[in-house]
């Protein structure tokens, strides 16, 4: 990876988490009935725990 | 020989069933509406404000049970990994990449993530719905897995640290007992539910220390889960016999 | 229908051990074991279980509104379901054991080997 | 007992016994053809059993079951695949099995009208009907380039 | 009447659990044990025990036959092996 494609590698990595993230957040809150601050802040962990599988999942998967 | 043991099994067989349909007959009536101990501990679920009695019985009324439970499972996980290591006479053969169609590959890819966040879901509502730490845990270890199914072996390992696992499903354990000793300091008794405020009923806050079982039992199942699987697929996958012996 | 559920439950018993008994092979007689330890679920619900009434799960029912069925049954047999697939997975890896010591995993070859 | 538990009743029935007969006998293609159209007769059941006893807590079995029923056969498609003949023409019984998914789906989403929930049982019809397509697909020779792996 | 359902989930809970131990084979077996771990879910969902039905569904539908298939490969990879070396 050269200096100048790193920048680019980053946001693109960036902004597939985000969305995966984004994507799983919402899945969250379709399969809760009750939302309050504490359920938000354990449904985004586990989003970004779930983007973060999903990334690596991606990765190794096209590794060759 | 082979006859003599049908027919000692026939003989045992119907000795069985004559007893087990005489006890049958003998039970309450199915759909009876007698249940002492299911009416206690629904009450004293409710006492407790915790929505899902199941949750209640095994985390709070009987959870030195769950911590038997716990036990068998690590002990069951230890036994495999001792049984499924690598022999003297074994060698580690590296099979080549799989290729698979690549519906199958994206279909893996997609639904990893969302297995594994259903899991947590499953896990982090278990005494309000229905589900709990274990259910959850085989499920989001189960997803993981997908990774193998829609790819190969290689690209599992390459996602999955086992000794990240191994020490996950040790840490589970210890919370529980943590917890469950925590009880003892503040003064009560081992595993006793009322070290903390038991919050507002049909919230995820709810129950005291019963979602914090919850979630150490379903780190323990995921991780036993992941670390034995991987133990059969290196067996069935990679390892084979020294040649020559 | 008073013992319907009981008598299935025994069935299943019986058959799961007619197989554990009559099996060839071992990985077989594992699922046979599976398929006794499937009658204690059968029994154990029909025990707890009572007409017209729900699970007692109340994150969508207001409590006290419907009867509800016997939850210590349903946690017993939670732990059951976990037990069993500890119990299959362990045996699996003895299985696995055998095949590698003794080279088969018929249990009649197994008697003959150590005779 | 209303008109949805008896529509479950009748869709183990005739389903549930049709897909035990393909499970146990017949040669392995059509046992596992059997195995996938399992997930697709009991997960519809289970909601209508949901919508039947009034419990929107018990959608959650069949979410579990849409996701998992496809790995289960994905399983027995990957470690068969040495044994397994080329898959036969099911085309048919995979397509008539979705449009079984898809309108007990449709008819709980209309008993249930908008909300959260609807989007649950439309993602868990998706994912069903999803697995459903892709799990026949591998067993239709999804995994003809797997070698000992 | 409303015992149908229960009834029809217990008969096929029996029939399967009859299937399972007449499969010689394990890997037939394992096939007929998926479905019957899927019967058993519906059967526990019947008798009102959502969780243990998550808990059977979770452990019969893709973990336990992951295991036996796993076995089976295992001790068929022995054999065959065994067959080229001698």
Redesign the interface.
């Known amino acids: 990876m050269t200096r100048r494609t790193a920048p680019r590698a980053f946001l693109l990595a960036a902004g597939e988490l985000l969305a995966w993230w984004a994507g799983l957040a919402l899945l969250w809150l379709v399969l809760i009935t009750t939302v309050d601050t504490l359920e938000r802040i354990v449904g985004a962990s586990c989003a970004a725990a779930g983007a973060l599988a999903a990334r690596a999942g991606r990765r190794a998967v096209t590794w060759r | 020989m082979n006859r003599l043991r049908l027919g000692l099994l026939a003989v045992g067989g119907a000795g069985l069933a004559a007893l087990l349909v005489a006890a049958c007959l003998d039970l309450p009536d199915f759909g009876g509406s007698r249940h002492p101990y299911g009416d206690r501990a629904v009450r004293a679920s409710l006492a407790r404000h915790i929505a899902n009695t199941i949750a209640s019985v095994n985390f709070d009324q009987r959870a030195y049970d769950t911590l038997g439970e716990m036990s068998i499972l690590f002990a069951a996980v230890l036994g495999c990994v001792v049984l499924l290591r690598e022999a003297r006479d074994e060698r580690r053969a590296r099979p080549e990449p799989a290729e698979v169609v690549r519906p199958v590959r994206r279909y893996a890819l997609l639904v990893l993530p969302v297995a594994l966040l259903t899991g947590l879901y499953v896990i982090a509502h278990g005494q309000l719905s229905p589900g709990g730490g274990f259910q959850g845990g085989v499920v989001a270890a189960t997803g993981l897995h997908l990774l193998y199914l829609g790819a190969d072996h290689g690209a599992l390992e390459r996602v999955r640290p086992l000794g990240f696992f191994e020490t996950a499903d040790s840490l589970g354990v210890c919370a529980y007992l943590v917890l469950g000793a925590a009880g003892v300091l503040a003064g009560t008794a081992f595993l006793a539910n009322t070290l903390l405020p038991y919050g507002t009923f049909d919230t995820l806050s709810s129950g005291g220390t019963v979602p914090l079982l919850n979630a150490a039992v379903g780190m323990e199942v995921a991780s036993a889960v992941v670390v034995l699987l991987a133990h059969f697929l290196d067996q069935a996958v990679e390892i084979e016999e020294e040649p020559g012996r | 229908?008073?013992?319907?559920?009981?008598?299935?439950?025994?069935?299943?018993?019986?058959?799961?051990?007619?197989?554990l008994?009559?099996s060839?092979?071992l990985?077989?007689a594992?699922?046979?074991l599976?398929?006794c330890q499937?009658?204690t679920?059968?029994l154990l619900?029909?025990?707890?279980?009572?007409?017209?009434?729900?699970?007692?799960?109340?994150?969508?029912?207001k409590?006290g509104s419907r009867?509800?069925?016997?939850?210590?049954?349903?946690?017993l047999?939670?732990?059951d379901?976990?037990?069993?697939?500890?119990?299959?997975?362990?045996l699996?890896?003895?299985?696995?054991?055998i095949?590698?010591r003794h080279?088969t995993?018929d249990p009649d070859e197994l008697r003959e080997l150590r005779g | 007992m209303n008109g949805w538990i008896l529509a479950a009743t009748v869709e183990l029935g005739g389903g549930g016994a049709a897909a035990l007969w393909g499970v146990a006998t017949g040669p392995p293609a059509r046992r596992l053809t059997a195995q996938n159209l399992t997930t697709s007769v009991v997960c519809p059941a289970l909601l209508l059993l949901a919508q039947g006893y009034a419990r929107p807590a018990y959608v959650d079995l069949a979410l579990l079951l849409a996701l998992l029923g496809p790995v289960g056969t994905l399983v027995f498609a990957r470690l068969l695949s040495g044994e397994q003949v080329s898959g036969p023409n099911v085309r048919g019984a995979t397509w008539t099995a979705a449009g079984l998914d898809a309108a007990v789906v449709v008819a709980v989403c209309a008993a249930v009208g908008p909300g959260r929930s609807m989007v649950k049982l439309l993602l868990i019809g998706t994912l069903l009907i999803g697995g459903n397509i892709i799990a026949s697909r591998a067993l239709a020779g999804g995994f003809r380039g797997v070698g000992g792996g | 009447m409303s015992d149908a359902v229960t009834v029809v989930a217990l008969l096929l809970v029996a029939a399967s659990a009859t299937a399972a131990v007449a499969q010689r084979d394990p890997a037939r077996q394992a096939l007929v044990l998926s479905f019957l771990g899927m019967v058993l879910a519906v059967l526990f969902t019947v008798l009102q025990a959502p969780d243990v039905g998550l808990s059977q569904l979770a452990v019969g539908s893709a973990l336990t036959p992951l295991l036996i298939m796993l076995s089976v490969r295992k001790v068929r990879r022995r054999g065959r092996t065994k067959e080229e070396r001698t």
């Open positions: 229908m008073h013992v319907l559920p009981y008598l299935v439950a025994a069935y299943v018993f019986l058959t799961g051990c007619y197989g008994a009559a060839r092979n990985i077989h594992v699922g046979c599976a398929v499937c009658a679920y059968v619900l029909a025990v707890g279980y009572r007409d017209g009434a729900t699970a007692p799960v109340f994150s969508d029912v409590p009867p509800v069925v016997d939850p210590v049954v349903q946690a047999t939670l732990t379901i976990v037990v069993g697939a500890t119990v299959t997975a362990l699996l890896a003895l299985v696995l054991q095949a590698k080279g995993i």
